[in-house]
Nanobody, 117 residues
Framework: QVQFVESGGGLVQPGGSLTLSCTAS????????VDWYRQIPNNQRELVAT???????YYTDISKGRFTISKDNAKKTVYLQMSSLRPEDTAVYYC???????????WGQGTQVTVSS
């Protein structure tokens, strides 16, 4: 069962900013770690950032210094604020509970981010 609905993607110029959101479709949310991933066609999905159940963020080399992950437990939503965007950030962005990452049935449609002038 799909766990999240992602939104907020779009077309942005290099150097611009976007904020992505993903909202959980079930009541149990706050106790789980959530990951943001991205995928370019014909490539593997790659981890962008993680937020723990207590709100501790973790960034990969992709996101460090440019992206901020946060969450609102009351809204069951995780955010990814992206700045200084580059053309290589162009991808479909997804989020999911970390413990469900290997279950293909739990991934949503994602949201497309295109960075282009």
């Amino acid at each position: 069962q799909v766990q999240f609905v992602e939104s907020g993607g779009g077309l942005v110029q290099p150097g611009g900013s976007l904020t992505l959101s993903c909202t959980a479709s079930r009541s149990a949310f706050s106790i789980y770690t959530v990951d943001w991933y991205r995928q370019i066609p014909n490539n593997q999905r790659e981890l962008v950032a993680t937020i723990s159940s207590i709100g501790q963020p973790y960034y990969t080399d992709i996101s460090k210094g440019r992206f901020t992950i946060s969450k609102d437990n009351a809204k069951k939503t995780v955010y990814l604020q992206m700045s200084s965007l580059r053309p290589e950030d162009t991808a479909v962005y997804y989020c999911n509970f970390q413990y469900l990452a290997t279950n293909p049935d739990t991934w949503g449609q994602g949201t497309q981010v295109t960075v282009s002038s």
